[in-house]
C-alpha cells in the first residue's frame, strides 16, 4: 500500500495524434472539473506528444489549472514505451491522487500498462465518475455482467485512482478563452533504444470516415438489414442525411461491416443529434452505445422490439420499404427539385 496522503490533485491525460488533441481529452476536464472543485484540488492536464504547445494552453480553456508538457520529437506518434515512460515518470514525480484517461485505441494500450508499472488499479470504460461520498475516493461507475449490471468500482488502497472512459460519454463543456492556468514543461526524454515499436505506415481513410463518435448524424442498421449487399440502403439513406453508417454487434459478426462501425457496449459509445435505428432489436449491450443520443427514429417489423422503448420516433414496418420510401422523402428535403 502506498502512502496515500502524499498524493493529490486530480489530472486527466489529453490525447494528441499528429499534433491535434483528441476531444475525448476535453470532455474529461469538462466532467472532472467539478468533481476536482469538490475535493478543492487542482485539475492537471497531461499533455504529451511533439508541436503540442497550442493543445496544452487550449487545455486550459477547457478547465485545467495547470497543465504538464512533455513536447520531444519522439512522442511524435504513439509507442507504449515512450508513452509508459513519460506518463509513469511524471506520476513518480508529482504524485496525482486520480488519473482519468480516455478510451480510445492508444489510451486502452497506455492506461493499463501505466497502472501496472505504478501498482494501482484500474477501471476501465467508465460510464460515470462521483466521489464516495463517506470516503472521498473516487467513484467509478460500468457496466458489468454483459451490461446488465452497473458496478460502483473504488480503489482504496492504491493511488492515483485510475480510470479510463470512452470517447462521448461525457459532453465536452464550452471553451473559456479567459480562464489562465500555469503550462510546466517538463524536459523528459526516451532514448531510441527503449522504444520497442516502430511506427511503419499509418492507414488513416477508414478510421476517418468512419468517426461515429463525433457524428451529429447517425443511421445504424442491424441483422433485420439481411446481407451486406442490402446495407447499400443503409449507406444511401446515411448519404441523403449527411450522416455516417453504424451498426450492431450482429451485423459485425455477420462480417458484413468491421467493428468500427459498431456501437454499443463492446463498440461506440456515441451522442448523436439524431440516431437512425434500422433493424436493430435494441438489445441492452446496444442501448448502451446510444443513451446519450438526443433523438432516435427506429424502424422495425417488430411492434414489440426493445428499441421502441427508447425511440421518439418509431416506425413498425419492413426497412425494405420504409427506408426507401425515407430517402425519398428526405431526399426531396433536402433537394426539392429531384424526384
Ligand atoms: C458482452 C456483450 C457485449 C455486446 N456488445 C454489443 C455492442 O457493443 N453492440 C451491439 O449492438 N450488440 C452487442 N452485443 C450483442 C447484443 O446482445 C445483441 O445480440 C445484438 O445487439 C443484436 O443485434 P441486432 O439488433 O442487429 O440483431 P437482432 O437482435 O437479431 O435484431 C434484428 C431486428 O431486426 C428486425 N427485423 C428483421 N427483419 C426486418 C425487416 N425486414 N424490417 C424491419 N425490421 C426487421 C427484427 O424484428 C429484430 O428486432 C453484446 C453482447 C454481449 C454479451
Redesign the pocket.
Known amino acids: 500500500m502506498n502512502q496515500l496522503n502524499e498524493y493529490k490533485n486530480m489530472w486527466v491525460y489529453i490525447e494528441t495524434e499528429g499534433g491535434k488533441p483528441k476531444s475525448v481529452g476535453y470532455e474529461l476536464l469538462s466532467a472532472a472539473r467539478p468533481l476536482a472543485d469538490r475535493k478543492c484540488c487542482e485539475l492537471v492536464a497531461v499533455v504529451i506528444g511533439h508541436q503540442v504547445e497550442s493543445v496544452a494552453a487550449e487545455a486550459v480553456g477547457y478547465g485545467a489549472d495547470r497543465v504538464l508538457l512533455i513536447d520531444a520529437p519522439e512522442f511524435a506518434s504513439y509507442t507504449t514505451d515512450a508513452f509508459a515512460n513519460a506518463l509513469v515518470a511524471l506520476v513518480e514525480k508529482y504524485r496525482p491522487e486520480t488519473l482519468m484517461i480516455g478510451a480510445t485505441n492508444n489510451g486502452r494500450d497506455l492506461a493499463p500498462r501505466v497502472a501496472a508499472r505504478i501498482k494501482t488499479g484500474l477501471t476501465a470504460d467508465c460510464t460515470e465518475i462521483g466521489i464516495d461520498e463517506e470516503t472521498g475516493n473516487m467513484a467509478w461507475t460500468r457496466p458489468t455482467f454483459?451490461?446488465n449490471l452497473m458496478a460502483v468500482i473504488m480503489c482504496p488502497d492504491h493511488r492515483p485512482q485510475m480510470g479510463t472512459v470512452r470517447p462521448g460519454v461525457f459532453r465536452k463543456g464550452a471553451f473559456d478563452a479567459s480562464r489562465r492556468g500555469e503550462i510546466v514543461r517538463e524536459d523528459f526524454r526516451v532514448f531510441p533504444d527503449e522504444i520497442r515499436t516502430k511506427l511503419i505506415e499509418r492507414v488513416q481513410e477508414v478510421a476517418d470516415a468512419v468517426n461515429l463518435e463525433e457524428a451529429e448524424i447517425i443511421v445504424a442498421g442491424?441483422?433485420?438489414v439481411?446481407s451486406a449487399d442490402n446495407f447499400r440502403l443503409i449507406h444511401e439513406l446515411a448519404e441523403v442525411l449527411g450522416a455516417k453508417v453504424g451498426c450492431?454487434?450482429?451485423?459485425v459478426d455477420a462480417g458484413w461491416l468491421s467493428h468500427i462501425h459498431?456501437?454499443?457496449?463492446?463498440?461506440k459509445t456515441v451522442t448523436p443529434r439524431l440516431y437512425v435505428a434500422v433493424?436493430?432489436?435494441g438489445?441492452i449491450?446496444?442501448l448502451a452505445?446510444i443513451a446519450g443520443a438526443e433523438k432516435v427514429l427506429a424502424?422495425?417489423?417488430?411492434p414489440e422490439?426493445p428499441i421502441f422503448s427508447v425511440a421518439d420516433v418509431g416506425i413498425v414496418g419492413?426497412?425494405?420499404e420504409v427506408v426507401p420510401a425515407l430517402i425519398t422523402a428526405f431526399r426531396k428535403r433536402t433537394n426539392p427539385a429531384k424526384p
Open positions: 454483459g451490461g442491424g441483422r433485420g439481411g450492431s454487434r450482429a451485423v459498431q456501437v454499443g457496449q463492446s463498440g433493424g436493430i432489436s438489445a449491450q446496444h452505445g424502424v422495425n417489423k417488430d422490439a419492413d426497412l425494405n
